[in-house]
């Protein structure tokens, strides 16, 4: 009797340990189900966040430079206008964020359809295979096999973190082009105010 009870706090902290090594664990894979759901929905939202804000931009950038036209219309003598440098200059910024949207999708857009046609047998094949990608992810994340989801889809997790890379590259990148493009076209326009 007295060696049971000399050995109860032992096996009550074996108890405390497997408790702790259990929640660690819940806690681990939480964090890793978290992740890859985040990850996952990023990739859905880009193109969709890119593409929207790109047309609003277009818009943006038509409606100032509508507004631009009547202004030097209007005001021929007056170059010098506040009003012109202020709609110089917000159609300057849209036209660069435009041109930065546009260009972010057109690169995704460009390297997903690459690694459609390259990477899968059949075009429809691989679109049906792009597009369902997250939502099979999706499926496979459960406590038994979240490693093993980590590990299937490497090697289309590297493709796609490759894209979104390349995406957002193109993005920087494209708002210096955007912006050097618009200054040019104001140039043009003999409004060669200081450009902000």
Same mark, same amino acid.
């Given at each position: 009797m007295a060696i049971l009870i000399s050995s109860l706090p032992d096996g009550i902290q074996i108890l405390e340990n497997s408790k702790s090594e259990l929640v660690l664990e819940y806690i681990e894979y939480m964090i890793l189900y978290f992740g890859l759901s985040l990850a996952m929905i990023m990739m859905?939202?880009?193109?969709?966040?890119? /593409?929207?804000s790109m047309v609003g931009n277009y818009i943006s950038m038509s409606d100032y430079y509508k507004k631009l036209n009547r202004g030097i219309n209007f005001l021929e003598n007056n170059k010098k206008s506040k009003y012109l440098e202020s709609l110089r200059d917000k159609y300057? !910024?849209?036209? =660069?964020? /435009?041109?930065?949207?546009?260009?972010?999708?057109?690169?995704?857009?460009i /390297?997903? &359809?690459l690694y459609i046609i390259v990477g899968f047998? =059949? /075009? *429809?094949?691989?679109? !049906?295979e792009y597009f369902y990608f997250p939502f099979y992810v999706f499926q496979t994340l459960n406590k038994e096999e979240i490693f093993d989801t980590i590990y299937v889809f490497n090697s289309e997790g590297l493709i796609m973190s490759a894209i979104i890379i390349l995406t957002f590259s193109f993005y920087h990148i494209g708002k210096y082009v955007g912006l050097y493009i618009a200054k040019n !076209?104001?140039?043009?326009?003999? &409004?060669? &105010?200081? *450009?902000?």
């Open positions: 859905m939202l880009i193109p969709v966040v890119l /593409f929207f300057v !910024k849209s036209y =660069s964020n /435009f041109f930065k949207y546009f260009s972010a999708i057109a690169i995704w857009n /390297f997903s &359809l047998d =059949s /075009f *429809i094949a691989g679109l !049906k !076209k104001i140039k043009e326009r003999n &409004l060669n &105010l200081v *450009i902000s």
